[in-house]
């Protein structure tokens, strides 16, 4: 399988046409293996302009969508980043890529297993927990800047409160059936939020999540 000519073509038909234009965040997607990100069953299938599933009923998000919010978060090297939903551990390669140092919680044991192999198998050195993620990370906050990439019904309390001033946090917010990408900016104690555009995500799930 040819999959540097597949990652270059996903970057020159998928993410350059619909609006992703940083050298940096597209020069990450040429680097970043998506294919040690999905099932093996999956492989052929790993630069596709769609979702897929990694099993528990869990999915790694489109490239377009990954895209979209890293160029949204903007990570700089030696940023301080948390994830939320840590999945196939992809995202979080791609920022670990761009040079942020990134703590990362996901929900699910065995997919917290997994992606920690896959980011050791791609050379990405990254903390993962265990653990609602709606809580955020407090011992190792403040960070930079947060990307939630489940959908939540409304900004969790605990993630503003560990978000530094002047910070920057991304989140899928909505319902079950689709939700607003919103990008949230925490300056002088007052909260700025902008609608980004229409997404559909897995729900976040725990105290602060669409479920419970
Ligand atoms: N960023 C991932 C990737 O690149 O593969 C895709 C994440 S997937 C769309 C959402 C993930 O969020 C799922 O793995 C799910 O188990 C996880 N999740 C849902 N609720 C969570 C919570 N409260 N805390 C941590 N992870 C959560």
Redesign the pocket.
């Known amino acids: 399988m040819d999959y540097d000519g597949k990652r270059y073509q996903m970057v020159e038909e998928q993410l350059k046409p619909r609006g992703i234009s940083s050298p940096r965040v597209l020069a990450a997607f040429t680097q970043v293996p998506r294919e040690i ?1 999905v099932l093996p069953e999956k492989k052929a299938q790993a630069y596709e302009d769609f ?1 897929l599933s ?1 099993g ?1 009923g ?4 489109q490239p377009f969508m ?1 895209a979209l919010m890293t160029q949204l978060l903007d990570p700089q090297p030696g940023e301080k980043i948390l ?10 390669a791609i920022l670990s890529c761009l040079g942020a140092k990134v703590w990362t ?4 044991k065995l ?1 917290a297993e997994r992606a920690q192999d896959n980011l050791s198998q791609a050379g990405y050195k990254v903390f993962v927990k265990v ?4 809580l955020g990370w407090k011992e190792e906050s403040p960070f930079d800047k947060i990307a939630v ?2 959908a939540a019904p409304s900004i969790p309390p605990p993630l503003l409160d560990q978000l530094k001033e002047g910070g920057k946090l991304v989140i899928p917010r909505g319902g079950l059936v689709f939700q607003n990408l919103v990008v949230v900016r925490k300056e002088k104690e007052i909260v700025k939020e902008e609608d980004v555009c229409r997404c559909i ?6 105290k602060y ?1 669409l479920k419970k």
């Open positions: 990100f979702p990694i528990l869990q999915t790694i998000s990954v994830e939320i939903g840590t999945g196939s551990g992809y995202q979080t919680v996901e929900r699910l997919l653990g609602d993620g709606s990439t489940a995500f897995v729900p976040l799930v725990g999540g």
